[in-house]
């Protein structure tokens, strides 16, 4: 097993569980055989042509059983890196929801190719350790990877719908969030006031939807919209600061170090 700080890839999915793994997220595909799993109480075969992505709590799969000829790769990726790396689209959160229920996509022989050809780029990056820019490559790689995800989940489930009560509610959230609402709003009793419901009642239907809290996705949301603003140059740290209602540099600064795991100046090195 190869391991980076932030990348590791591994070939069976038995250590998915390991408290080692907790904040990666695992991104596997299978080139023969199968294996069986059971995960938010249902029942899960991923099988030769498929492939998975288990974002974090990787202890929440069990009863895991590969057969003799399982073959797989696994990349796992941490969330920091994950968010610098993801493409300037929050499809990735609906993404989520959908992944949340169902972990496997079953891909077509075309996107087998694309995303074996993904994997391949990703466990090459990796074994370059001479390269001076190894880290911009990694990411660039990780973000194509990232990118064909999304649009094979597009394809795949894109059209779905949220039938009941519940999934409506945690769709309207979202959208708030996609608009862009989280730049001025950071506190759940927002959300929860422009939707007519408590806000325990919205992190109660956030949890059961999507498995996390209502916090947790309007954090993802600043926090995925500020690494790309820190990203860009012309824009100074005062600029960003402001646009997301800071009360200070300073307080940003702390936000920027809590839930991103890396001073502001950090991501214009």
Not at 218 to 245: C, E, K, P, Q, V
């Amino acid at each position: 097993m190869d391991t980076i700080q932030h990348i590791i890839i591994d070939h069976t999915l038995a250590r998915i569980g390991d408290a080692a793994f907790a904040d990666y997220l695992c991104h596997a595909y299978c080139y023969g055989g199968h294996c069986t799993f059971e995960r938010n109480g249902q029942a899960f075969r991923f099988e030769a042509g498929d492939c998975m992505i288990i974002p974090r709590r990787g202890d929440l799969v069990k009863n895991l059983k590969e057969s003799e000829d399982f073959q797989v790769d696994v990349i796992y990726v941490t969330q920091q890196f994950i968010e610098i790396s993801t493409p300037q689209s929050n499809y990735g959160m609906r993404g989520q929801l959908s992944l949340f229920q169902n972990p496997i996509m079953k891909l077509t022989p075309k996107q087998q190719e694309v995303c074996k050809m993904n994997f391949d780029a990703v466990k090459r990056r990796l074994e370059q350790t001479d390269h001076h820019f190894r880290h911009d490559a990694l990411m660039n790689a990780v973000e194509c990877m990232i990118i064909d995800f999304f649009d094979f989940h597009s394809q795949l489930y894109g059209a779905d719908k949220i039938s009941s009560q519940q999934y409506q509610l945690m769709e309207q959230f979202i959208e708030m969030l996609e608009r862009g609402d989280f730049r001025k709003n950071r506190e759940i009793s927002y959300y929860a006031d422009q939707l007519c419901v408590t806000t325990k009642y919205l992190s109660e239907v956030s949890k059961k939807v999507s498995g996390l809290p209502a916090a947790f996705w309007i954090t993802r949301y600043a926090s995925l919209d500020i690494s790309r603003l820190l990203r860009n140059r012309n824009l100074s740290f005062t600029d960003i600061s402001d646009m997301f209602g800071f009360s200070s540099l300073s307080h940003f600064s702390r936000y920027v170090q809590t839930n991103l795991g890396a001073k502001p100046s950090d991501f214009r090195e």
